[in-house]
């Protein structure tokens, strides 16, 4: 099973916003609204912060939102603040043979 | 409230094999599955594999298959991750992971750090 792909960074300003992409396949992105997206700060442990393509877990702010269409979700960060810069990470279900995978990550870096 | 807790950090040679356990407290053990994930230094997350605590069901990804062993010990509430002929490019943290559903991992172990060198 292929990584997904994203971009390798990302950037903008307080307050901007800024998106993410992942794009994968119809075997995994495209076929299942089962997509998640991990913030990792550096030396830490990732942190789920967008499930099921759109969802978040209690606490995660409502600045952070995910989308899909076809095979490439989204994640985006809105009024983006200091706190927001770090590595961020896509995954998603890709079938009952090999259940998970996880895009390359992106750092993302606020101006 | 929900904690993952793993072993510490290992030294092994090539070809050795390590074995890592994840504790689990706050949360009934059998009714998530356990995912192991690794990262190599500077590098992104691979998803290695699952367990199903309740029935010690597995799936593995295929880069791992007959190489990796997940387990479970029910009765103290801990997973296990066994990884056999190891390689300096095995050299990673590894992390356990509690999942609320397909690919949404919510409680993460802190890592355990094994590194591979002769």
């Known amino acids: 099973q292929s990584a997904l792909t994203q971009p390798p960074s990302a950037s903008g300003s307080p307050g901007q916003s800024v998106t993410i992409s992942c794009t994968g396949t119809?075997?995994?992105?495209?076929?299942?609204?089962?997509v998640s997206w991990y913030q990792q700060h550096p030396g830490k442990v990732p942190k789920l912060m967008i499930y099921?393509?759109?969802k978040r877990p209690s606490g995660v702010p409502d600045r952070f939102s995910g989308s899909k269409s076809g095979n490439t979700a989204s994640l985006t960060v809105s009024g983006l603040q200091a706190e927001d810069e770090a590595d961020y990470y896509c995954?998603?279900?890709?079938?009952?043979?090999?259940?998970?995978?996880f895009g390359g990550g992106t750092k993302l870096t606020v101006l | 409230q929900v904690q993952l807790v793993q072993s510490g950090a290992e030294v092994k040679k090539p070809g050795a094999s390590v074995k890592v356990s994840c504790k689990a407290s706050?949360?009934?053990?059998?009714?998530?599955?356990i995912h192991w994930v690794r990262q190599a230094p500077g590098q992104g997350l691979e998803w290695m594999g699952w367990?199903?605590?309740?029935?010690?069901?597995?799936k593995y990804a295929q880069k791992f298959q007959g190489r990796v062993t997940m387990t479970r010990d029910t009765s103290i509430s801990t997973a296990y991750m066994e990884l056999n002929w190891l390689r300096s490019d095995d050299t990673a943290v590894y992390y356990c992971?509690?999942?609320?559903?397909?690919?949404?991992?919510?409680?993460w172990g802190q890592g355990t750090l094994v590194a591979v060198s002769s």
């Open positions: 992971a509690r999942s609320v559903g397909p690919a949404a991992l919510d409680y």
């Open positions: 706050g949360y009934t053990f059998t009714g998530y599955y």
């Open positions: 367990i199903n605590p309740n029935t010690g069901g597995t």
């Open positions: 119809s075997s995994d992105v495209g076929g299942y609204n089962y």
């Open positions: 099921d393509v759109s």
């Open positions: 995954s998603s279900y890709a079938g009952s043979n090999s259940p998970m995978v």
